[in-house]
C-alpha cells in the first residue's frame, strides 16, 4: 500500500495506482491536500478541524474527476475518503499517517 490514513480504529489507504488525485490539487484551492501531496512520503497528520477541511476540499475535486473518462476510476478513492475524514471530524480523532 502506498500511503495509510488512520483515525482511532478507522482507516482507508491510497493505493499507489490512486495516487493520480494529487494531479487534480490545487495549492490554492486545495489547501490540506497540497500539504499532503507535498508531505506525502513524511506521514502527514491532521486535526479534526483540517480533516473537516479536507471533507471540503474532496467533495470540490468530485465533478472534475467525475466528468474525465480517464479518472473516473479514481471516484470510489475519493467517496472513501469523504467519509474516513467526516468520520474523523465527527468522533474528534486526529488522523495520522503512513506511506511506503
Same mark, same amino acid.
Given at each position: 500500500? #502506498?500511503?495509510?490514513?488512520?483515525?482511532?480504529?478507522? =482507516?482507508?489507504?491510497?493505493?499507489?495506482?490512486?495516487?493520480?488525485?494529487?494531479?487534480?490539487?490545487?495549492? /490554492?484551492?486545495?489547501?490540506?491536500? =497540497?500539504?499532503?501531496?507535498? =508531505?506525502?512520503?513524511?506521514?502527514?497528520?491532521?486535526?479534526?478541524?483540517? =480533516?473537516? /477541511?479536507?471533507?471540503?476540499?474532496?467533495?470540490? !475535486? !468530485?465533478?472534475?474527476?467525475?466528468?474525465?473518462?480517464?479518472?473516473?476510476?479514481?471516484?470510489? !478513492?475519493?467517496?472513501?475518503?469523504?467519509?474516513?475524514?467526516?468520520? #474523523?471530524?465527527?468522533?474528534?480523532?486526529?488522523?495520522?499517517?503512513?506511506?511506503?
Amino acid at each position: 500500500m #502506498a500511503f495509510d490514513l488512520y483515525a482511532g480504529s478507522l =482507516s482507508v489507504s491510497i493505493e499507489h495506482h490512486e495516487e493520480a488525485i494529487f494531479g487534480f490539487v490545487d495549492s /490554492d484551492k486545495h489547501r490540506h491536500l =497540497s500539504r499532503m501531496k507535498d =508531505s506525502y512520503y513524511r506521514d502527514p497528520g491532521f486535526s479534526p478541524e483540517q =480533516s473537516n /477541511d479536507l471533507v471540503h476540499e474532496l467533495i470540490s !475535486l !468530485l465533478p472534475i474527476v467525475e466528468k474525465n473518462r480517464e479518472t473516473k476510476y479514481l471516484v470510489p !478513492l475519493l467517496n472513501k475518503l469523504l467519509v474516513f475524514f467526516s468520520s #474523523a471530524y465527527v468522533s474528534s480523532e486526529q488522523v495520522r499517517s503512513e506511506s511506503d
